[in-house]
C-alpha cells in the first residue's frame, strides 16, 4: 500500500460503492471501489471472487 495520508477530502471523493455479484449463488453485494481487483468474500455462501470480473453495470 502506498502512503496516502492526504490532508483534506480529495483522498475520499474517489471512494464509491460497486455492486458485485457473486457468481456461484448471484448475490448482489456493495463494496468500495478501491476493493475492485481484489478477491471479495461473498456474504451469501462465503465463497471468493474477482471483484472487478464480477461489478454490476
Ligand atoms: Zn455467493
Sequence with gaps: MSDQHCPGFEANKSLSEVTVKCPDCGKEQEIFSDEL???????GCDSLFDSTACKVE
Design 37 to 43: 481487483g481484489k478477491q471479495v468474500k461473498c456474504k
